[in-house]
């Protein structure tokens, strides 16, 4: 196994995070749909109750552009897996 490691370059981060974060705001324009907003709330619950560290425990309480810039994320294809459908806990 190699490991190689990377200078970590603020600057570029910093220009990563604006593209990105363009890119959602383009991707979900302002002001949210209340659909688009009341998904980005359930899945941050899903995630919250589930003990991810990276959603605030005051998410409910985000504007329109905090939900987009912080939470839009959980909309990506690559959570449905977990956050598309109906969360069931079975005890």
Same mark, same amino acid.
């Given at each position: 196994?190699?490991?190689?490691?990377?200078?970590?370059? +603020?600057? !570029? *981060? !910093?220009?990563? &995070?604006?593209?990105?974060?363009?890119? &959602?705001?383009?991707?979900? +324009?302002?002001?949210?749909?209340?659909?688009? &907003?009341?998904?980005?709330? &359930?899945? $941050? /619950?899903?995630?919250?109750?589930?003990?991810? $560290? #990276?959603? #605030? #425990?005051?998410?409910?309480? #985000?504007?329109?552009? /905090?939900? @987009?810039?912080?939470?839009?994320? @959980?909309?990506? !294809?690559?959570?449905?897996?977990?956050? *598309?459908?109906?969360?069931?806990? !079975?005890?």
């Amino acid at each position: 196994m190699t490991l190689t490691l990377t200078e970590y370059n +603020p600057e !570029k *981060a !910093k220009k990563e &995070r604006e593209l990105e974060l363009k890119k &959602r705001r383009k991707q979900y +324009p302002l002001p949210l749909s209340a659909e688009t &907003r009341k998904e980005i709330l &359930r899945r $941050c /619950e899903i995630l919250h109750y589930m003990g991810d $560290c #990276s959603i #605030s #425990s005051i998410y409910y309480e #985000s504007t329109d552009e /905090e939900l @987009v810039d912080r939470y839009s994320w @959980v909309l990506d !294809k690559e959570h449905d897996d977990l956050l *598309a459908d109906e969360f069931v806990i !079975k005890i």
